[in-house]
């Protein structure tokens, strides 16, 4: 038999190992942030490309409000309010999460009182370009350390990742409904109506009634402007719970919401 050219035999052993270096080498794997050749990435706030992104919609305000003053039908009416909303901007549910209201309710008819901190889930929260508004409740509520939120004119968007109007703005509309205090409770020192019956009553106090004295709902400043109070929850109460009480004070039945988990 033929003996192999020592050289040929070198050759041969040197191609057959580099095919096996080819075989076993691991796919590239695309830099954070971005997709893989070939594949597409998720669109902000979860609506385009063809993967989840990042940070989804998990907070926004109503665009509109109902057009019936404080009265939604109470909280379960609110909190599908906001579902609708998400829903007509396209905005899918974070997957585990209920669109809740930012909303607190007082003790009536043998029912316990409801907190607005303790419905809207753990956190964190974005807003519809992906920002945090909050990282828990704590921080939303200044629990530790107070203005650990985001809540402002230029982070509190709507569902359509739009800002709303403020202080400044024609028609201000920065009153935002919450029925609640300053840490996101209801206000059961109050010996008024604080909350519209509980979000079911557009009725207004009878005429000559002082301001505060007859029903209304507490309100917020998204833009933390206005008045000598800047609370983005807890700035004052409406004169009423009509759609044009709302307005006067400088609202338009506008609602927090926030995706619970």
């Known amino acids: 038999m033929r003996r192999t050219h020592p050289v040929l035999a070198a050759i041969a052993f040197a191609a057959i190992g580099s095919l096996v270096v080819v075989a076993q080498a691991p796919q590239q794997q695309a830099p954070a942030g971005q997709a893989p050749a070939g594949g597409q990435q998720g669109g902000r706030g979860g609506r385009g490309g063809g993967g989840a992104a990042a940070n989804p919609t998990s907070f926004f305000i109503t665009s509109v409000g109902k057009g019936d003053g404080a009265n939604y039908g109470g909280l379960a009416g609110a909190d599908a309010y906001c ?83 403020g202080v400044g703005d024609q028609p201000n509309q920065h009153d935002i409904i919450t029925g609640s205090d300053s840490h996101g409770r209801a206000r059961a020192s109050e010996t008024v109506d604080t909350t519209c019956s509980n979000y079911t009553s557009n009725q207004d106090p009878p005429q000559g009634t002082a301001r505060g004295q007859g029903p209304g709902v507490w309100l917020g400043h998204h833009d933390r402007t206005g008045g000598n109070n800047s609370s983005w929850n807890a700035a004052h109460k409406s004169g009423g719970c009509s759609q044009q009480a709302l307005v006067n004070t400088g609202g338009a039945g506008l609602l927090y919401c926030f995706a619970a988990n």
Do not use: C, F
């Open 83 to 165: 579902a609708e909303r998400a829903k007509a901007a396209n905005i899918p549910t974070p997957q585990g999460r209920t669109w809740r209201a930012y909303l607190s309710a007082t003790a009536q008819g043998g029912q316990p009182a409801v907190n607005a901190r303790d419905r809207i889930g753990a956190g964190p929260w974005h807003n519809a370009r992906g920002a945090v508004i909050a990282n828990n409740v704590a921080d939303l509520h200044g629990d530790i350390e107070r203005d650990r939120n985001q809540i402002n004119k230029t982070n509190a968007l709507t569902e359509a990742a739009m800002p709303i109007n």
